[in-house]
C-alpha cells in the first residue's frame, strides 16, 4: 500500500530480485515488502584483508635482517642525492665529487 491508501500493484518485487539485479548476493531477514537484504560475508575474504599491513601501520615491534654489502669497484654514490649508482650513470665530477645524470641532467 501507498501512503495515501492505495495498493500499488507494480511493486511487487521481493529483496531477492533486486539482489540478482544488481548482481549482489544478499540474503532476506524477514518476509513480505519489509524484508531487508543482508549482505553475505565472506570469511576468506576478510582472513585475507587480516594479512594485509596498511600505510602509516605502527611496525615498531617488528624485526628485519638487512645485509649490508661493502662498495662495489663499480659503483660511486652521487653527491647530491646520494643514491648508489653504476659507475655509467655518472654525468660528471667537481672537487672529487661525482654527481648522477639525474641530477645534472
Do not use: K, W
Request: charge should be negative; aromatic fraction near 4%; proline fraction near 3%.
Amino acid at each position: 500500500m501507498t501512503l495515501d491508501g492505495r495498493t500499488n500493484h507494480g511493486a511487487t518485487h521481493t529483496a531477492h530480485d533486486r539482489a540478482g539485479r544488481h548482481g549482489e548476493r544478499a540474503h532476506t531477514e524477514g518476509t513480505g515488502p519489509t524484508a531487508v537484504l543482508a549482505p553475505v560475508i565472506d570469511e576468506d575474504e576478510l582472513e585475507a584483508a587480516d594479512s594485509f599491513d596498511l600505510p602509516g601501520a605502527d611496525l615498531s615491534s617488528e624485526e628485519i635482517s638487512v645485509q649490508i654489502l661493502a662498495a662495489q669497484a663499480d659503483e660511486f654514490t652521487c653527491a647530491s642525492c646520494f643514491l648508489v649508482r653504476h659507475r655509467s650513470q655518472i654525468a660528471h665530477e667537481r672537487g672529487g665529487l661525482l654527481y648522477c645524470v639525474d641530477c645534472e641532467g
